[in-house]
T-cell receptor
């Protein structure tokens, strides 16, 4: 059983389209995250949800909208895709306690053409 | 604010040689520190973490790291490199009392030569 699973693994789309990435964790964690890894492999947090409530929203364009239907799922919807959105997006989850290990999904490689 | 600096974006060692990947952090409160490994086209896997229990932390695959507060460092070492260790390594810091909001370093690509 995959602990944190994301779909799709690869996503190629045209500029201006709207797309979603889904994430599910079966670890029973309360907290889920979205990270973005750019072409230089730099990782930066985008959002964090705790028990379906948004607790971290970094300076991300409002074209990006996370949605958490329940604490096991955190989806990422992106409107009006731009070339600069091309990256690998990682979902992760952890327990709520400070210093808890984050478990990462396999990533979704988004290419905007 | 928290930050991480990894010295050396690329490190190359021979198989069997010592691996040393450097990480320095900045944190306004006692930090939690992590090393993650990323193999090509895969997600991140935790190697080890420091959460103030012990300054020398042992992780998976023979890796260990030592927390040195005076040097604000958390360098990763392995006595003998294997070909399978070739990957991207990330040092990360978390300050939070809730969850694991990670600030990552820029990563170090480890190459192991036969």
């Amino acid at each position: 059983d995959t602990a944190v699973s994301q779909t799709p693994k690869y996503l190629v789309t045209q500029m201006g389209n709207d797309k979603s990435i889904k994430c599910e964790q079966n670890l029973g964690h309360d907290t889920m995250y979205w990270y973005k890894q750019d072409s230089k492999k730099f990782l930066k947090i985008m959002f964090s949800y705790n028990n379906k409530e948004l607790i971290i929203n970094e300076t991300v364009p409002n074209r990006f909208s996370p949605k958490s239907p329940d604490k096991a799922h955190l989806n990422l919807h992106i409107n009006s895709l731009e070339l600069g959105d091309s990256a690998v997006y990682f979902c992760a989850s952890s327990r709520q306690s400070g210093g808890a290990e984050a478990f990462f999904g396999q990533g979704t490689r988004l290419t905007v053409v | 604010a928290q930050s991480v600096t990894q010295l050396g974006s690329h490190v190359s060692v021979s198989e069997g040689a010592l691996v040393l990947l450097r990480c320095n952090y900045s944190s306004s409160v006692p930090p939690y520190l992590f090393w993650y490994v990323q193999y090509p086209n895969q997600g991140l896997q935790l190697l080890l973490k420091y959460t103030s229990a012990a300054t020398l932390v042992k992780g998976i695959n023979g890796f260990e790291a030592e927390f040195k507060k005076s040097e604000t460092s958390f360098h990763l070492t392995k006595p003998s490199a294997h070909m399978s260790d070739a990957a991207e390594y990330f040092c990360a810091v978390s300050e939070g009392t809730s969850g694991s909001r990670l600030t990552f370093g820029e990563g170090t690509q480890l190459t192991v030569n036969p």
